[in-house]
């Protein structure tokens, strides 16, 4: 990816490294570049939304102080998830829309996420274009005065319009669900409550207090043990875990299993199958996918096609074939037919519908997925050593020779995260005591090579 944006915006520690700075260069560049071609008469307009994050405030004026620099308009949406951003946006005709978030990291980061007047996310070449008139040509940065200025407004009923768009996708009320819903403490806690109530079930709110400190913080999507628990000793039909910034949706069936997103995944678009609403059958995952995912989806008749790991990429594969569902493990699912983004709310309502027509429990659609062992060790790399782990004989020996002796029956996956300082290595197979060994080999040989752990 680029020099500042990741596989999911620009991304870091907020202020010391995405820095105030940087936002006013971005609010301005991507005000020039997306508003360049605007044809009619009226003002160019950005939508910005927010999490909860305590630096959002920060960010975000340094962004309206960009994008009005250059004579473009800002309304601010205030806290929303994400997708709603992207759905505003389109709605209102915008020229583009801004999220101000981290979405599932730790509270002392924070990220700028771009969107086009399209509700879509920017591609690759869009986002460079930004990059380059920030880096490399900022004197073609033409900054107005006077009364040329961008003016500044509120969308005052943004949350509202949302939360009434995601209700009309529903095929049903959810009068006989109890459920437990956390929010991470994150966007959701703006809009969940008002959502699932109103289409009737029966909701146990966790984590929607936040306080600007406390944003996926022993909660949400990446710490699901509290919602495990709740749903049990409360008999809960159903747990749904967001993010921070709401674009992505677990789950836990009564027994308090977790449900990844690939089973989610696996049974909407086998509801979907049987509705005749899944275009050419087919769902869009990435190479992250459990391999009984993939067993599970060819025993029911429903073709898989795999991208790199990303959901743009799974975006981009659905919008090129006519797909209409796709998504990730990690519980980022695209449903088309609503939404152009990942939707962690618009994911529970379509969830929630298809239990109350199949009367079907989560648990028992979801019993016959295997899960194949799989295990995923981050290791922490240094700026200076992005980029080298495949150019490495010393870790790309120890693959090769990992991808030799479990065959056919394990895959290995290494890759650089592109939101965080990370080399991520995973590996799966039948055999759960060689697939332990051999993450640990690799995890090994780029600890020694690349972190300067010669111990290792």
């Given at each position: 990816?680029?020099?500042?944006?990741?596989?999911?915006?620009?991304r870091?520690?907020?202020?010391?490294?995405?820095?105030?700075?940087?936002?006013?260069?971005?609010?301005?560049?991507?005000?020039?570049?997306?508003t360049e071609?605007?044809?009619d008469?009226?003002?160019?307009?950005?939508?910005?939304?927010?999490?909860t994050?305590?630096s959002?405030?920060?960010?975000?004026?340094?962004?309206?102080?960009?994008?009005?620099?250059?004579?473009?308009?800002?309304?601010?949406?205030?806290?929303?998830?994400?997708?709603?951003?992207?759905?505003?946006?389109?709605?209102?005709?915008?020229?583009?829309?801004?999220?101000i978030?981290?979405?599932h990291?730790?509270?002392?980061y924070?990220g700028?996420?771009?969107?086009?007047?399209?509700?879509?996310?920017?591609?690759?070449?869009?986002?460079?274009?930004?990059?380059?008139?920030?880096?490399?040509?900022?004197?073609?940065i033409?900054l107005?005065?006077?009364?040329?200025?961008?003016?500044?407004?509120?969308?005052?009923?943004?949350?509202?319009?949302?939360?009434?768009?995601?209700?009309?996708?529903a095929?049903?009320?959810f009068?006989?669900?109890t459920?437990?819903?956390?929010?991470?403490?994150g966007?959701a806690?703006?809009?969940?409550?008002?959502?699932?109530?109103?289409?009737?079930?029966k909701?146990?709110?966790?984590?929607?207090?936040?306080?600007?400190?406390?944003?996926?913080?022993?909660?949400?999507?990446?710490h699901?043990?509290?919602?495990c628990?709740?749903v049990?000793?409360n008999?809960c039909?159903?747990?749904?875990?967001?993010?921070?910034?709401?674009?992505?949706?677990?789950?836990?069936?009564?027994?308090?299993?977790?449900?990844?997103?690939?089973?989610?995944?696996?049974?909407?678009?086998?509801?979907?199958?049987?509705?005749?609403t899944?275009n050419?059958?087919?769902?869009?995952?990435t190479?992250?996918?459990?391999?009984?995912?993939?067993?599970?989806?060819?025993k029911?008749?429903i073709?898989?096609v795999?991208?790199?790991?990303?959901?743009?990429?799974?975006?981009?594969?659905?919008?090129?074939?006519?797909?209409?569902?796709?998504?990730?493990?990690?519980?980022?699912?695209?449903?088309?037919?609503?939404?152009?983004?990942?939707?962690?709310?618009?994911?529970?309502?379509?969830l929630?519908?298809?239990?109350?027509?199949?009367?079907?429990?989560?648990?028992?659609?979801?019993?016959?997925?295997?899960?194949?062992?799989?295990i995923?060790?981050?290791?922490?790399?240094?700026?200076?050593?992005?980029?080298k782990?495949?150019?490495t004989?010393?870790?790309?020996?120890?693959?090769?020779?990992?991808?030799?002796?479990?065959?056919?029956?394990?895959?290995v996956?290494?890759?650089?995260?592109?939101?965080?300082?990370?080399?991520?290595?995973?590996?799966?197979?039948?055999?759960?005591?060689?697939?332990?060994?051999?993450?640990?080999?690799?995890?090994?040989?780029?600890?020694k090579?690349?972190?300067?752990?010669?111990?290792?």
């Amino acid at each position: 990816m680029g020099r500042l944006f990741g596989t999911d915006g620009a991304r870091g520690v907020a202020i010391t490294e995405l820095t105030c700075e940087t936002a006013m260069q971005i609010g301005r560049a991507a005000a020039m570049v997306l508003t360049e071609h605007k044809t009619d008469s009226g003002r160019a307009r950005i939508f910005i939304g927010k999490d909860t994050r305590i630096s959002s405030d920060v960010l975000e004026a340094a962004l309206v102080a960009g994008i009005t620099s250059v004579g473009v308009d800002v309304q601010l949406l205030g806290v929303v998830p994400t997708p709603a951003v992207a759905f505003l946006v389109k709605k209102h005709g915008a020229d583009a829309g801004v999220m101000i978030s981290a979405s599932h990291n730790s509270v002392e980061y924070n990220g700028i996420k771009l969107f086009a007047g399209t509700g879509f996310k920017l591609p690759d070449s869009v986002e460079e274009e930004i990059e380059e008139l920030i880096l490399d040509n900022p004197q073609d940065i033409r900054l107005k005065d006077g009364c040329d200025l961008g003016r500044v407004s509120v969308l005052s009923d943004a949350a509202e319009e949302y939360i009434s768009h995601l209700e009309s996708t529903a095929d049903c009320h959810f009068d006989d669900l109890t459920v437990a819903i956390d929010c991470a403490n994150g966007s959701a806690s703006v809009t969940a409550e008002k959502l699932f109530t109103r289409l009737g079930a029966k909701c146990h709110m966790l984590s929607n207090t936040p306080d600007g400190t406390n944003i996926n913080l022993d909660c949400g999507s990446t710490h699901l043990e509290k919602l495990c628990r709740f749903v049990t000793e409360n008999k809960c039909d159903l747990g749904i875990a967001f993010d921070g910034d709401a674009d992505r949706c677990l789950a836990v069936d009564d027994s308090g299993t977790v449900v990844d997103g690939d089973k989610l995944i696996a049974v909407i678009s086998n509801y979907m199958r049987e509705k005749e609403t899944l275009n050419k059958d087919t769902a869009v995952v990435t190479v992250m996918s459990n391999l009984g995912f993939h067993q599970y989806m060819k025993k029911n008749g429903i073709n898989t096609v795999c991208t790199a790991v990303g959901d743009r990429y799974v975006l981009e594969e659905m919008l090129k074939n006519g797909y209409n569902i796709g998504g990730e493990q990690s519980g980022h699912i695209i449903f088309l037919d609503y939404a152009t983004t990942g939707d962690g709310q618009l994911t529970a309502v379509q969830l929630l519908s298809m239990l109350v027509m199949c009367g079907k429990s989560l648990y028992r659609l979801t019993f016959g997925i295997k899960d194949y062992p799989q295990i995923l060790h981050n290791v922490v790399i240094t700026e200076d050593k992005k980029g080298k782990w495949d150019k490495t004989p010393a870790i790309t020996d120890v693959i090769k020779e990992a991808e030799r002796s479990l065959g056919d029956n394990g895959r290995v996956l290494v890759r650089e995260s592109g939101t965080e300082p990370l080399l991520r290595v995973m590996i799966e197979g039948v055999d759960d005591s060689a697939v332990s060994f051999w993450v640990n080999e690799i995890v090994s040989a780029v600890e020694k090579e690349l972190c300067g752990n010669t111990e290792a």
